[in-house]
């Protein structure tokens, strides 16, 4: 706050008549502009020839009371649209940080991890799904290997897969690898949790159960996740079991007064593009 030089009347008499201005800024720049009057009314007294201390006085004078031009003030310089336009700045400044931290900085840092990572990794490249081939799986044989076409919308969000990899192993069994992909434009829905109850059903009538459920002749759906930013979380699944004359599935979720399917076919759809 500015320390006011001057004559002790004056500053004691603006410091009175502003003291209820409670946004600085304003307080501030009223205290210059009556300090400036003063002075100027001073400077006429002397020249009409009154003494320096009479001239004081009868400036004070003219001033008025004090007490009375401080309720007058206040009711001109009301704070709220002041403090609004300070803390604003404020909160804009914050936002920013926050959507840098969010969407470059945590990702990077991800992105990071992930290159220096010596496993097979199942994120990679643009979307994150570039690898869907864990390595224990690399001597099973690729049935297909694609990006569906259908998508799901429920609650803000909305759901597709990034990539899906189907795989046999000599024996003929059969599994399922695939990215979920989870979009939102309200950040506060980020990180849904789908994958904990995530079920699947194939044309044949088989049902693939959540992980934690009743096991149907190993059958399954689980994974992992998720990983991503507020608008978007991807989650590493798995569909265990797959019934080899199956050609097609529906993936779905329907649990919290929540629901939404996905339909794939076991072979066919738009090839991966391998980079």
């Not at 008499?13 to 307080?27: E, K």
């Not at 009409?48 to 003219?62: D, Q, T, W, Y």
């Not at 031009?69 to 604003?88: D, H, I, N, S």
Request: hydrophobic share 40%.
């Amino acid at each position: 706050m500015r320390e006011w030089i001057g004559k002790p009347e004056f500053v004691a008499w603006v410091g009175n008549a502003c003291r209820l201005i409670r946004f600085t800024p304003d307080r501030e720049r009223v205290k210059a502009e009556m300090m400036e009057h003063l002075e100027d009314a001073y400077e006429a007294c002397l020249d009409a020839g009154l003494e320096s201390r009479e001239a004081i006085a009868r400036v004070v004078e003219r001033m008025g009371d004090a007490d009375v031009v401080a309720e007058q003030l206040q009711r001109v310089y009301r704070p709220f649209w002041g403090y609004v336009w300070k803390y604003t700045r404020v909160l804009a400044v914050i936002a920013v940080i926050y959507l840098a931290w969010h969407l470059a900085v945590i990702p990077a840092f991800g992105l990071v991890g992930m290159l220096l990572n010596d496993e097979d990794l199942w994120y990679g490249q643009d979307d994150m799904a570039a690898h869907v081939h864990p390595t224990y799986a690399d001597d099973d044989n690729v049935i297909s290997d694609f990006t569906p076409q259908d998508t799901a919308e429920a609650e803000g969000y909305k759901i597709s897969i990034a990539r899906i990899c189907f795989r046999e192993a000599d024996n003929g069994y059969r599994h399922a690898y695939f990215v979920l992909r989870v979009s939102n434009w309200n950040p506060w829905l980020r990180s849904p949790m789908f994958f904990h109850n995530l079920y699947a059903v194939d044309d044949r009538g088989n049902v693939y159960p959540p992980r934690d459920h009743t096991n149907v002749g190993g059958r399954e759906v689980t994974g992992n996740g998720p990983i991503g930013n507020d608008f978007v979380s991807y989650y590493e699944m798995w569909i265990t079991g797959v019934d080899p004359e199956a050609t097609s599935i529906t993936l779905g979720f329907d649990d919290y007064g929540v629901s939404w399917e996905l339909s794939f076919p076991v072979e066919g759809g738009i090839e991966y593009a391998q980079e």
